[in-house]
């Protein structure tokens, strides 16, 4: 593989936050999974189950799911962070001060930022969701395991030019999502990945996130740095 084409690809995924209504082929979905399925895992285990939703059935949930989400205390599986600070804090204000600039909400409009946020509740018009869960059995290991897994779809999607967005805001509301797809009690709810064909016209598509200097994030030990 050429290591510039990878580089591209992992540049050109990006998360989409507006999405055409048509659905992805069957054939498309079955080999973006294929190709996800191919990360590693502890042991092989695996450990990712995934819910996919298709029209009608994306319709059907994304109005009762917006309808809860609006009336209802958040309940998730996972502990949400307890703080963001630092340059944490700094990457994730950036990152909304560029969405709210995109879609036309003036710092301080809480309203309208809320009325944005909600948008993770309507899957931003995705015909299609993916609901990452894991056995509760396996602990905080298989949630990474299956934040692989949700890297791996994502890279595979954008491959077939199918544009997605990973979301936690959806495991906000466990409780809903476990009785909505019949889910056992020991299944842990992770995230949702939207996803679908990008509306390129729309706003909210129309910046990018960057990424930290190298030096911000790694440590060299035993390098010649000199």
């Not at 209504?21 to 990360?39: C, T, Y």
């Not at 990452?132 to 949700?150: Q, S």
């Not at 999607?157 to 409780?175: N, S």
Request: glycine letters at 6%; aromatic letters at 10%.
């Amino acid at each position: 593989m050429d290591p510039d084409h990878f580089d591209a690809l992992l540049c050109a995924r990006h998360s989409c936050r507006a999405f055409r209504p048509d659905p992805i082929p069957d054939p498309v979905i079955e080999q973006i999974l294929r190709s996800a399925q191919k990360v590693p895992s502890w042991c092989n285990a695996q450990p990712w189950q995934v819910e996919i939703t298709t029209a009608p059935e994306t319709d059907r949930l994304r109005d009762a799911f917006y309808a809860h989400a609006m009336q209802s205390q958040q309940n998730p599986d996972v502990d949400w962070p307890s703080a963001y600070t630092g340059l944490h804090q700094n990457r994730r204000k950036t990152c909304g001060l560029q969405l709210y600039k995109s879609v036309g909400v003036t710092p301080g409009d809480r309203a309208a930022s809320g009325q944005q946020m909600l948008e993770n509740f309507r899957f931003f018009g995705a015909p299609h969701i993916a609901l990452i869960t894991a056995p509760a059995e396996l602990g905080p290991y298989a949630y990474l395991d299956c934040g692989g897994f949700v890297t791996g779809f994502c890279l595979a999607a954008t491959a077939q030019g199918v544009a997605t967005i990973p979301q936690a805001a959806v495991a906000a509301f466990a409780p809903f999502l476990r009785d909505w797809f019949d889910l056992p009690e020991d299944r842990v709810i992770l995230c949702g990945i939207a996803f679908g064909r990008s509306d390129e016209a729309h706003p909210a598509n129309s910046f990018r996130t960057e990424r930290a200097e190298m030096g911000e994030w790694v440590n060299w030990h035993g390098k010649d740095i000199t």
